[in-house]
């Protein structure tokens, strides 16, 4: 018996060391290669205070031109550079709460463990069987000859059967193959999901910061206007006023106090958002995003100096797709191979009887060991539409890959204008709200002794609390195209921050613990 197991054993490890060094059916993947585009960036420069001849700004020459380059360490963590302890807590909560996130991790797994089943291929198979049968056979059954008679027939059997398919044509390499890039790409899917995660986070909480500043404006113009009201209903009330730009300012007054309730709105509504990024319950973390008077947001200004494609092919969701690919051009091995014989090395030990009483002697026992083959040969044209069910496949395959690099150049371009054209905008708004604050104090000077009517410091007022508000709006913005530009990069993924099957994401918890043990 033990010379038996030996025999099986070596014969098996034999036959399938040998076999991984054959070639395998289907074709051998290569990532396709992705010319870089020859087109400029979209880049509109660093502002100055000089004009064009259409009246823009006249953008900063290069050798003046003092932005930052963005590169992956400046991308890396990116939140931690805006020094804002909140936001850096409400990351480290959505990583380790979000649901949608965690979801993703839950489909890592799967596919981690959907490709640990498919390496049980290339090891043995064994069975434990036992039954007791009993046989009668009479005058018309065909076992049954000569003269009438009834015969009856107990086997008892008991055995260790075990067979090891020997992958000469490589159909479960490539099986395994396929599990493995569909693993990886689950992997980067992890990743794509903490960039999505991070990047709407850091967004949203900018915008609440916005409302937020929104709302300071108008309740500034709000107490001014006020101010400016009860002057005038004062003085009226005197009998030296005018009925009429009281009722102006009146108006200007309660239009200005109808926005504060819809920017109210706005802010519940972005707070509780944020709590279910989080992972928090909405209303859960009022407190700790409540008004920051005083404190700013906007970082230096960068600019992207030149886009290499290896940027781009490393976006988390461009290799997801390249993984995607990766695993059906292996999966037309595996439908392939479904055309070549498969050979299986087969043993079994055990014992049989027809006696009950002599079921356990030596004499009962058996074993065989040999090799056996199988090689369908018509299957109604099924191994044919597989396989180019699975050659189409793969032709849609490449073509989501090409369309998701191209999708990431067209995200960089327009996120990377959208970022460095906000800074001229912000620049003119800055001016105009300098001028419209002394528009204001001059409108004002100019009624009170009597030179204009009240409608030029309504208008003063109304144009002023316009533009206050959409400077703060496209201060908040150019931090928020900033955010959208660090995704279409890649999302700043740190390197410090590792995935399972070789992606980039959240530490693992194993990871944590052998840190732990170091530090200990």
Request: proline share 4%; net charge negative.
């Amino acid at each position: 018996m033990k010379k038996v197991l030996n025999r099986f054993a070596v014969f098996s490890l034999a036959a399938t060391t040998g076999c991984m060094n054959l070639p395998s059916v289907g074709p051998d993947y290569t990532e396709p290669e992705v010319e870089a585009p020859v087109c400029a960036l979209p880049d509109a420069g660093s502002p100055t205070e000089e004009l064009s001849g259409t009246g823009e700004y006249k953008t900063a020459e290069a050798e003046a031109d003092e932005r930052v380059v963005v590169s992956e360490d400046l991308m890396a963590r990116w939140w931690e550079r805006l020094n804002d302890p909140v936001l850096a807590e409400l990351v480290e909560c959505a990583i380790a709460d979000n649901l949608s996130f965690k979801a993703a991790v839950s489909r890592l797994r799967q596919a981690e463990w959907e490709m640990i089943g498919t390496l049980s291929a290339f090891s043995p198979k064994a069975s434990i069987d036992g039954s007791a049968t009993r046989t009668e056979s009479h005058r018309n059954n065909r076992s049954v000859q000569g003269a009438y008679r009834h015969r009856q027939l107990d086997v008892f059997n008991a055995g260790f059967n075990a067979s090891w398919e020997i992958d000469i044509f490589g159909g479960n390499r490539r099986a395994t193959e396929a599990a493995l890039a569909k693993a990886e790409a689950a992997g980067w899917g992890v990743a794509q999901a903490w960039v999505e995660l991070t990047t709407r986070l850091g967004q949203q909480y900018i915008t609440l910061r916005t409302i937020q500043d929104r709302i300071a404006v108008a309740r500034n113009n709000l107490q001014l206007q006020s101010e400016t009201y009860d002057i005038l209903k004062s003085r009226f009330d005197s009998g030296i006023g005018d009925e009429l730009a009281v009722h102006q300012c009146a108006y200007i007054v309660e239009q200005t106090r109808a926005r504060i309730p819809q920017l109210l709105a706005q802010e519940e509504a972005l707070k509780n958002a944020i709590a279910i990024l989080a992972g928090k319950t909405p209303g859960e973390l009022h407190e700790t995003l409540k008004p920051v008077p005083g404190r700013d947001w906007l970082m230096s200004p960068q600019k992207v100096a030149e886009l290499p494609m290896d940027l781009i092919r490393s976006r988390p969701d461009v290799k997801a797709a390249e993984r995607t690919l990766a695993a059906q051009v292996a999966s037309v091995g595996v439908a392939k191979s479904a055309w070549y014989p498969k050979l299986f090395i087969t043993g079994g030990l055990g014992l049989e009887s027809v006696q009950a009483s002599k079921f356990a002697q030596p004499g009962s026992f058996y074993a065989s060991i040999g090799p056996s083959i199988s090689w369908p040969l018509l299957q109604g044209g099924n191994v044919v539409a597989r396989t180019k069910a699975a050659e189409a496949r793969v032709e849609e395959a490449r073509l989501n890959y090409e369309l998701a690099l191209e999708s990431a150049y067209a995200e960089v371009r327009d996120n990377y204008s959208a970022y460095t054209l906000e800074y001229h905008r912000y620049q003119a708004l800055n001016s105009a709200v300098k001028a419209a604050t002394d528009a204001v104090t001059i409108s004002q000077d100019l009624y009170k002794n009597g030179l204009r009517d009240f409608n030029n410091v309504l208008d003063a007022q109304r144009s002023r609390l316009n533009l206050e508000e959409e400077l703060a709006v496209s201060r908040g913005q150019i931090t928020v195209d900033l955010i959208a530009l660090y995704r279409s990069l890649g999302g700043g993924l740190a390197s410090d921050i590792v995935f399972d099957c070789g992606c980039e994401g959240t530490e693992t918890e194993e990871k944590k613990q052998e840190e732990e043990k170091q530090e200990e």
